[in-house]
């Protein structure tokens, strides 16, 4: 059967640079794009979908004879804290829809994305495993943990081949920030590359774990191509890059910008930040699937700015 790709909510950070790989790996013909607004960044098919709306996933299954759905939809972590009962909404509704339309349409392989959200403070804080108990201070991670469970049950209840990952702050320069408590670890490449200063909302010694983008792309392909045999774990699998702090991150960009300045003013997103992993045990995903990070912070340093100076055509070095 010819792999059909459904992308839920392809404008976002992830789902842009996630669309394309696919685009190149399956077909552009063969991968729908598809979020509530049009996008002209994409070739090939785009379609509207509110992902609220069952019967329009629903449809668009149908009209496509889709076999795989990667539902990327959701509001982020620090946005989610604005309004918690609209996101808890949003979140969960969106995914039981993709889970009934998966199940009821028989589709192949479903991706949910999950995120170090759904560690708390009685996760240990470095090396953090796979099967840590879960109790998230945000709602965007009680929603993430709950759906890596309904992920697990519509695996063992219904058969429905559904792969997570649980993603680290993801840094790219393909996007601007997207309301996560990470996203500091882009607008930073950003503020250098124009000479302006960066405010930074966390304190300069917090240690998070980050994944480059190109490897967060190919950690999620990489797991959905693995045998359905060689998937052990039905929640979410642990999946980390590198971790470090804003002040290491300072350090690799003054190497390239001497100048550059940085203030620091935690806000609430402190907070979130406080209880969530220093490091990431994801030895399960390289024992099940192979999954190995290629990228370490200079790497990433270097790449961002190279990308982001094509991309504002300026001329600091």
Not at 14 to 25: E, I, N
Not at 95 to 116: G, T
Not at 200 to 221: G, H, N, S, Y
Not at 295 to 304: A, C, F, G, S
Request: hydrophobic share 35%; proline share 4%.
């Amino acid at each position: 059967m010819e792999t059909k790709v459904l992308i839920i909510g392809a404008n976002g950070q992830l789902g842009l640079v996630l669309t394309k790989a696919l685009q190149d790996k399956y077909g552009v013909e063969n991968v729908i794009a598809s979020d509530l607004r049009e996008n002209d960044k994409y070739d090939g098919v785009f379609e509207i979908i509110d992902a609220t709306d069952r019967d329009r996933i629903e449809e668009i299954v149908d009209k496509y004879q889709i076999t795989q759905i990667y539902h990327l939809a959701a509001i982020l972590s620090a946005k989610g804290e604005e309004n918690p009962l609209g996101t808890w909404d949003i979140n969960m509704k969106t995914l039981f829809n993709v889970l009934e339309v998966s199940r009821k349409k028989h589709i192949d392989r479903v991706f949910f994305p999950s995120s170090i959200a759904v560690f708390g403070e009685s996760a240990p804080l470095k090396n953090t495993p796979g099967d840590a108990y879960l109790n998230p201070a945000t709602v965007y991670g009680i929603s993430k943990a709950a759906g890596e469970n309904w992920a697990q049950y519509y695996f063992l209840k219904y058969g429905l081949d559904v792969r997570s990952i649980r993603y680290p702050g993801v840094i790219g320069y393909q996007s601007l920030p997207g309301g996560g408590t990470t996203d500091y670890a882009v607008d930073i490449y950003h503020k250098a590359v124009l000479g302006q200063e960066f405010s930074c909302f966390l304190k300069e010694e917090t240690t998070l774990p980050m994944i480059f983008m190109d490897d967060a792309i190919r950690a999620t392909i990489e797991l959905m191509e693995t045998p359905k045999e060689k998937i052990k774990i039905r929640t979410s699998y642990n999946v980390a890059g590198i971790s470090f702090s804003p002040d290491e991150v300072v350090t690799e960009i003054r190497k390239l910008y001497p100048d550059f300045k940085v203030n620091y003013k935690p806000d609430f997103r402190q907070e979130i930040a406080s209880k969530w992993p220093e490091s990431i045990d994801d030895s399960l995903a390289t024992k099940d699937w192979g999954w190995k990070p290629h990228y370490n912070l200079k790497d990433i340093t270097e790449v961002m700015i190279k990308n982001l100076k094509e991309k504002y055509k300026t001329e600091y070095i």
